[in-house]
């Protein structure tokens, strides 16, 4: 009976995207225009891995969007600090 249960609740309860899921959420919600959308799920990423550089650049390139600019150099200037050897923070500017 125990077993059946646990069998039931592990289907019932889905499990965490990871945070390569939450990027490409994150991107194409980018892509697509929701911005509204976009913050939330970048907003829970940089929670679970704040030294994650692409996080910062994903964010940079979301305030770029909505044409925050003091904040997208904030952003992509702290994606560059984690990871120095990356292009992608400095192909968005």
Known sequence: MLTILLLV???AVPAPESVA???QRAAVQIKLGNYTG???V???IL???PQASSAHNLLGLLRLEEGKFD???QDLTDAIRLNPD???PRMST
Do not use: K
Request: charged share 20%; aromatic share 10%; net charge neutral.
């Open 42 to 44: 970048v907003a829970e």
């Open 86 to 88: 990356s292009a992608h």
């Open 38 to 40: 976009a913050e939330p």
């Open 71 to 73: 904040q997208t150099r």
């Open 9 to 11: 609740f592990a289907f």
């Open 21 to 23: 899921g939450l990027m």
């Open 47 to 49: 929670q679970r891995a």
